[in-house]
């Protein structure tokens, strides 16, 4: 039994990015608000591994962190992506989202068993960041609702594909460690930004 949920969660992963990942190829239509928006968080790798990390950790996490953090995430981002849009001045953006792939990638990693209010907080500040970058970045052509609308619900996307995957948890024999490699991962990945941003790489 284990072992068929572990397969409908790869799948279930699969069948949430199909629809991202086919939309990443047409280019033509990148400059309508929704698809710019919508294609924003895919085609930056810093967001979407950080986005789904998100999903990954709330999945470790069990209810009700499991419904929060992906729901928290979204709603502070947009509050972000607004701040973006009216150019409130916000330092370091960019080593911010670079820190945020870091941290989510180790926090699921290590399995860290946070309490509820430290990890709002945390998925709270780093999706101020996300959703500045995302409005600061509007094309000039573009709705800013139709925008905002769009990098939302793919966020929400990239959110449940963690979740998906992260139900392998439940697959107890080598599912926590498959979870708990991918961390490993996007932590990796969170170095390699983190020297970016700073000017190292």
Not at 103 to 130: K, Y
Request: with cysteine.
């Amino acid at each position: 039994m284990n072992q068929v949920r572990a397969y409908l969660a790869l799948a279930a992963a699969l069948f949430v990015m199909a629809p991202a990942a086919a939309l990443a190829h047409r280019t033509g239509d990148v400059g309508g608000g929704l698809v710019s928006g919508f294609l924003h968080p895919i085609l930056g790798p810093d967001h979407l591994v950080a986005m789904v990390a998100v999903g990954l950790w709330g999945a470790q996490l069990g209810r009700p962190l499991l419904i929060v953090l992906p729901l928290t995430f979204p709603l502070v981002m947009a509050f972000g992506g607004l701040l973006g849009v009216l150019k409130v001045p916000l330092p370091g953006v960019e080593l911010g989202i670079s820190v945020s792939a870091l941290v989510l990638g180790l926090v699921v990693a290590f399995a860290f068993r946070a309490p509820v209010w430290l990890a709002v907080t945390l998925i709270g500040v780093f999706a101020i960041f996300h959703g500045y970058a995302h409005g600061a970045e509007l094309p000039h052509a573009d709705s800013a609702i139709a925008y905002g609308i769009g990098f939302v619900v793919s966020t929400g996307l990239l959110h449940l594909t963690g979740i998906a995957i992260g139900q392998l948890n439940e697959w107890k024999q080598t599912g926590p460690l498959i979870v708990r490699g991918c961390g490993v991962l996007i932590a990796a990945g969170g170095v390699y930004f983190v020297s970016t941003a700073m000017g190292v790489a």
